[in-house]
């Protein structure tokens, strides 16, 4: 049988988003705009958006897109990371790179990438990877370095070269803190696409978005807003139910109560 608490921490995230809507919906009869529509229309507008075969085609190239950015930049980010955390003539080569691209906002560089490989595919899918591979650098760094010595030493004691090091036991350790940087890119990686789709509009989530802006159908944009935000929310869900998995043994076995009382 399942437990009250347990059930309320189930559905704790679907009562946030009825909670949401609620406030919304309320928000939107007091102002009584056109450009701000009640909660219930949005949410009419979505079966249109994803009945619609072009609407459809143009989000599953966000989703593309989003996949493949977000694949380079790990493949990339954590065999880089991993050895800044390790390798102090690494981390003195890449870190002052890293603190001059990190404050500038991947949606400023847009215009410049679209000067140099047009609107296309290509300068979005960078702009993606460039926004995820920040995070991903930063905690497979962090996640290296916090490695203990003695476990390295101990590999090196048993005949492991370094490469054979980093691979069996700094990349396990640190895979804690690797997933962690990876679930925040991944959420940059949603950002960074529909920002880049509103920039250079020729396919995708944020055109449709910004069409339906363009022509005053609020409702669609609205409802846009709230598919996008589904996409976040399912992507994470499924993102997290993942690194579960893969690091339940770093994972605390039972809740520590706030009180005792």
């Known amino acids: 049988m399942i437990s009250a608490r347990t059930l309320v921490s189930r559905l704790a995230p679907l009562l946030a988003c009825i909670g949401l809507l609620g406030i919304w ?12 529509p009640t909660s219930l229309e949005a949410i009419r507008a ?30 990339v980010s954590i065999p880089l990371g991993l050895m800044m955390g390790r390798s102090r003539v690494v981390a003195s080569f890449f ?29 979005k899918t960078l702009v993606i990877f460039l926004g995820v591979s920040l995070p991903v650098i930063y905690h497979s760094f962090q996640g290296a370095k916090s490695v203990e ?14 490469a054979q090091r980093m691979i069996r036991i700094v990349l396990p350790a640190a895979l804690p803190e690797i997933l962690t940087g990876c679930r925040t890119g991944l959420v940059l990686a949603l950002i ?19 069409n339906a802006l363009d022509m005053g159908q609020y409702d669609t944009v609205y409802a846009m807003i709230i598919i996008i935000g ?8 499924a993102f997290e139910k993942m ?12 809740e520590i109560p706030l009180s005792f009382a």
């Open 149 to 162: 010595e003695k476990m390295l030493w101990s590999g090196a004691a048993m005949g492991l070269s370094a």
């Open 95 to 123: 870190n002052p790179l890293l603190m001059v691209i990190y404050p500038v906002p991947k949606a400023a560089l847009m215009p410049i990438i679209m000067l140099w490989l047009g609107v296309g595919d290509i300068a």
């Open 46 to 75: 979505i079966p249109s958006i994803l009945g619609d075969k072009e609407s459809l085609v143009n989000i599953l190239a966000s989703l593309r897109r989003m996949a493949v950015g977000f694949s380079l930049a790990v493949l």
């Open 230 to 237: 589904a996409m976040g929310i399912g992507l994470d869900a």
């Open 25 to 36: 919906q309320v928000a939107a009869l007091i102002l009584s705009t056109d450009s701000f």
């Open 192 to 210: 960074t696409m529909v920002t880049s789709e509103m920039i250079a509009r020729q396919s995708g989530a944020g055109n449709i978005l910004f």
């Open 243 to 254: 690194r579960g998995r893969l690091v339940k043994w770093s994972e605390p076995r039972f």
